[in-house]
């Protein structure tokens, strides 16, 4: 849901929105939301925004490396951290809320260099429409006194397309990302074993050609999503051979094309409605 107030100049707003925070520190991923939330923080605040990037088995290598090659096209201040989210009993059991066990690993982290950088408030890329979304790793943020200025200006997803793209931000129609747990169904053990093979599978994709795309890791079952007009390209021999080869070099036995296509959140499709509707923070 489209939820973005009436302004001729969002970013602007933003901007200022940072500057009166004084000094942020930037929860950056890569993905546009986050990138762009670093771009006006180092046009706002030069220095005194700091992002810092968590690099793990559960965040896919070359989302890291293009978020290492952005934060420098952009000279802001980067650091990479090491979270260790697979250690967390409770985040490997991946309940339905299991996000909220990985941000809260993550945010502890970055509240703490904060603390010890003397930087004010830590900020996230959430914008208006992760409201209505099934966002569990919200709750470890409001605990942490995280901010979410995208969010809190009412910007949501097109708006942030739209600033991100005007300034000048390569990534700015980049697909959605996700952690690579996110490929696990819930109830169902999240091991580096099944985070590898997924991780090697979708660059084996990627290096295809195929831009949208995720691989659901059912056990011995690699379900394949594609955005909906990669689908028939998929479906022509070579390239169908091609996935079926590149899903059984990492132990997959079966493989199936899901004619749906992609959707964000598809793993929360198997939980009841009522558990969902738990953690959203607005009526969509």
Known sequence: MQTDPPTERPYELLKASL??????L????????????????????????LAVTASSATYPAHEREAAIALAQSLGARHRLIESQELDDEAFRANPANRCYYCKRELFGKLRAIAEAEGIA????????????????GRIAGRELGVRSPLLELGFGKETVRQMARERGLPNWDQPACACLASRIPFGETITPTRLDRVGATEAALRALGFRVLRVRDHGNLARIELGRDEIARAAEADA?????????????TFVCLDLVGYRTGAMNEALPLEQIAGYREVTP
């Open 19 to 24: 500057a009166r925070l004084g000094s942020v």
């Open 26 to 49: 930037v929860a950056y991923s890569g993905g546009v939301d986050s990138s762009l939330l670093l771009a006006a923080a180092h046009d706002a605040l030069g220095d005194r925004a």
């Open 121 to 136: 408030v830590v900020v996230d890329g959430a914008n208006a429409d992760d409201r209505s979304d099934f966002r569990p």
């Open 240 to 252: 169908r051979q091609y996935i079926a080869a590149a899903c059984t070099a990492q132990g997959y």
